[in-house]
């Protein structure tokens, strides 16, 4: 445990942020989440819908750093192939 006064404070900030940064990475898994279901269901306008909705936030939770720019280009990309290889109703 922190002693020092300035040990205590950056303790709360660290956790207050931990927080903040688990808060967001959730935003993000849910914004996949509801691109993954729209294909699933297999309605393309909606998964497109859906992941034009995505990919803002997956690319602006890679620059904060919440998650690694690699995985945010995975997801984009993989959701993107799902929706291509959809077929079209």
Do not use: C, F
Request: hydrophobic share 35%.
């Amino acid at each position: 445990m922190a002693n020092t006064p300035q040990a205590k404070k950056r303790a709360r900030q660290a956790e207050k942020r931990r927080e903040h940064n688990a808060s967001q990475r959730s935003m993000v898994r849910t914004y996949i989440k509801k691109v993954v279901k729209a294909i699933e269901t297999g309605d393309k306008t909606e998964a497109q819908a859906a992941y034009q909705a995505a990919v803002p936030v997956i690319d602006r939770m890679a620059s904060r750093g919440i998650i690694h720019a690699n995985k945010a280009a995975r997801h984009k990309s993989r959701l993107s192939q799902h929706i291509r290889e959809m077929p079209t109703a």
